[in-house]
T-cell receptor, first 113, second 113 residues
Framework: DSGVTQTPKHLITATGQRVTLRCSPR?????VYWYQQSLDQGLQFLIQ???????AKGNILERFSAQQFPDLHSELNLSSLELGDSALYFC????????????FGPGTRLLVL | ELKVEQNPLFLSMQEGKNYTIYCNYS?????LYWYRQDPGKSLESLFV?????AVKQEGRLMASLDTKARLSTLHITAAVHDLSATYFC?????????????FGKGTHLIIQP
């Protein structure tokens, strides 16, 4: 158990819908990352936050957005969902967000039908 | 665009044997990460290599980094069945103090008794 929690564990929804994935980092970690894992694309970095501010952006679609709240939990919002958005979404956290171990949560498995 | 290539992608080996997984990356970076993923599970951090010539060992696994050759290796010594998993290497993507990781496709390792 890494100490990073994610909810929900599983999510089934329909195309065109919007969902929100939630992540709580390890106690003391200020940086949160979101990654997507799919068979087609492998593991892809989406976005990073540090202490409430966006720090880095990866291959995040415009239909996706994220934020980190004052209590340091983060949410990833996915809208206008397409079949191809079906994937495992991981949240990871680290203390400073600089050249250190990122601890991954258990993931949210999203299925878009 | 940063590319991270692992080889082999699939490896079946017998217990007691030694083997090496290779990770090449396409651009200058001196931060290299190794993760393990069991089927249906999250990613577990194995090693963080932060400088040229860095070598780290944990049990039967040893990782090294050659930043000049843009190459990292994960060496398995006297493999045991419990090491069966998918192993990913990852490189810091974004630079500038941010730390989004670009992952290789993973090496699916099966160790047979």
């Amino acid at each position: 158990d890494s100490g990073v929690t994610q909810t929900p564990k599983h999510l089934i929804t329909a195309t065109g819908q919007r969902v929100t994935l939630r992540c709580s980092p390890r106690s003391g970690d200020l940086s949160v990352y979101w990654y997507q894992q799919s068979l087609d694309q492998g593991l892809q970095f989406l976005i990073q936050y540090y202490n409430g501010e966006e720090r880095a952006k990866g291959n995040i679609l415009e239909r996706f957005s994220a934020q980190q709240f004052p209590d340091l939990h983060s949410e990833l919002n996915l809208s206008s969902l397409e079949l191809g958005d079906s994937a495992l979404y991981f949240c990871a956290s680290s203390v400073t967000g600089l050249a250190e171990t990122q601890y991954f949560g258990p993931g949210t498995r999203l299925l878009v039908l | 665009e940063l590319k991270v290539e692992q080889n082999p992608l699939f490896l079946s080996m017998q217990e007691g044997k030694n083997y090496t997984i290779y990770c090449n990356y396409s651009t200058t970076s001196d931060r290299l990460y190794w993760y393990r993923q069991d089927p249906g599970k999250s990613l577990e951090s194995l090693f963080v290599l932060l400088s040229n010539g860095a070598v780290k060992q944990e049990g039967r696994l040893m990782a090294s980094l050659d930043t000049k050759a843009r190459l990292s290796t994960l060496h398995i010594t006297a493999a045991v069945h419990d090491l069966s998993a998918t192993y990913f290497c990852a490189v810091d993507t974004t630079g500038g103090g941010a730390d989004g990781l670009t992952f290789g496709k993973g090496t699916h390792l099966i160790i047979q008794p």
